[in-house]
């Protein structure tokens, strides 16, 4: 699609009522997974905003009203400028582009040892402290009616989680015979452990690397659209198994350890019950997120979401094989034993 079928003149209105200035360029900048057309505006001289269009009116209201929420709560969200009366757009505090996940990349080619682990473990501090806000203190109020998705982290939630994963990623990807029985078996268990504890925090959903920016020395947040009611340890497995950004075993060990101790500072919370169910939700935000990998690699066709599998197959495995109780999840070990060992995974060509 051209980029001047992509604009909306509804943001030249937008732009113009928040720096009282004309358009001097437009940037389109990359959705990732998302549908969202993302614009970085310019005024002559340093004014700058981000522009986003989006059809999925219900998705701008949950972000719009989460947003105004965050704000009050002091959290480091983008400030909302403007809105376009059919919420079919509006305009954002531009927090450049520097994402958490390309500075520990950065991190990563210049430092090697302690000096990588302490600089890792010092931004991944920082993030889990917002984090324990999101989800305790302004999900205590948390205006949960804008719900886009799914009003909660429940068993429909679950059910759709592992049904992306079969559909999007197993068909896709695994070439041995599925014993759909013994599958079932599986994620009907897997899913009833996730529903022995209460759902009564907010859930970012994707509370990962490439959703905290870095400007200033600060972190800032964003993608929160997808939120909803759901248990502490989704969120913490979402940032802590990202991925491409390849934290090391040991420090996601101690910052599970950190997000514990802080968490016991504002609310009562058994570090033992916390840690066992953590790796379950570890697995499901693992399956969900190689469905998306499949969906958006294949369908989609963006190929850069294939490189993360790899990643994802031996984060899976360690937890299936060391962090779970025996045979709870065999089968799911089993079928990852196998991926784990195909070397095509992550060069898949369609």
Same mark, same amino acid.
């Given at each position: 699609m051209e980029e001047g079928k992509l604009w909306n003149t509804e943001l030249e209105r937008l732009f113009s009522a928040y720096c009282g200035k004309r358009i001097h360029s437009r940037e389109y900048l990359s959705s990732h997974g998302s549908d969202r057309v993302i614009i970085r505006i310019r005024a002559a001289g340093?004014? +700058?905003? #981000?522009? %986003? %269009?989006?059809s999925n009116i219900k998705e701008n209201k949950a972000f719009i009203e989460f947003g105004r929420h965050f704000h009050k709560?002091?959290?480091?969200v983008p400030e909302i400028f403007g809105v376009s009366n059919d919420l079919s757009c509006y305009l954002l505090e531009d927090l450049g582009d520097k994402t958490l996940f390309e500075e520990i990349n950065k991190i990563r080619l210049n430092e090697s040892g302690l000096f990588f682990e302490e600089k890792i473990y010092s931004y991944y501090k920082k993030a889990i402290r917002s984090l324990i806000r999101f989800q305790i203190e302004a999900g205590r109020t948390a205006p949960f009616k !804008? $719900? $886009? @998705?799914?009003?909660?982290?429940?068993?429909?939630?679950?059910?759709?989680?592992?049904? !992306?994963?079969?559909? &999007?990623?197993?068909?896709?990807? !695994?070439?041995?015979? #599925?014993?759909? =029985?013994?599958?079932? &078996?599986? /994620?009907?268990n897997l899913k009833t452990k996730l529903l022995e /504890?209460?759902?009564k925090y907010f859930l970012y959903?994707?509370?990962? +690397? =490439?959703?905290?920016? #870095?400007?200033?020395?600060?972190? !800032?947040? %964003?993608?929160? @659209?997808?939120g909803r009611k759901g248990a502490l340890q989704y969120d913490l497995a979402s940032l802590l198994f990202d991925a491409r950004a390849d934290v090391p075993q040991h420090i996601r060990e101690q910052l599970i350890e950190y997000y514990i101790r802080k968490t016991n500072s504002i609310i009562t919370l058994d570090g033992e019950i916390f840690k066992e169910y953590f790796w379950y939700f570890a697995v499901v935000r693992i399956l969900q997120a190689m469905g998306a990998y499949g969906y958006l690699g294949i369908v989609k066709g963006k190929k850069k979401f294939l490189e993360s599998i790899p990643f994802a197959v031996r984060n899976i495995n360690l937890i299936l094989t060391e962090k779970i109780r025996p045979g709870s999840l065999g089968y799911l070990e089993e079928i990852f034993i196998n991926l784990k060992n195909d070397k095509s995974i992550g060069k898949h060509k369609h």
């Open positions: 340093t004014q +700058s905003a #981000i522009g %986003i %269009i989006h709560h002091n959290l480091n !804008y $719900c $886009c @998705q799914y009003g909660e982290f429940s068993g429909d939630n679950i059910d759709f989680d592992l049904d !992306y994963f079969k559909k &999007r990623f197993l068909n896709n990807f !695994y070439k041995w015979k #599925i014993n759909n =029985r013994k599958l079932t &078996r599986n /994620l009907s /504890l209460p759902r959903r994707d509370f990962q +690397s =490439r959703n905290i920016m #870095i400007k200033n020395g600060k972190l !800032y947040f %964003i993608d929160f @659209q997808s």
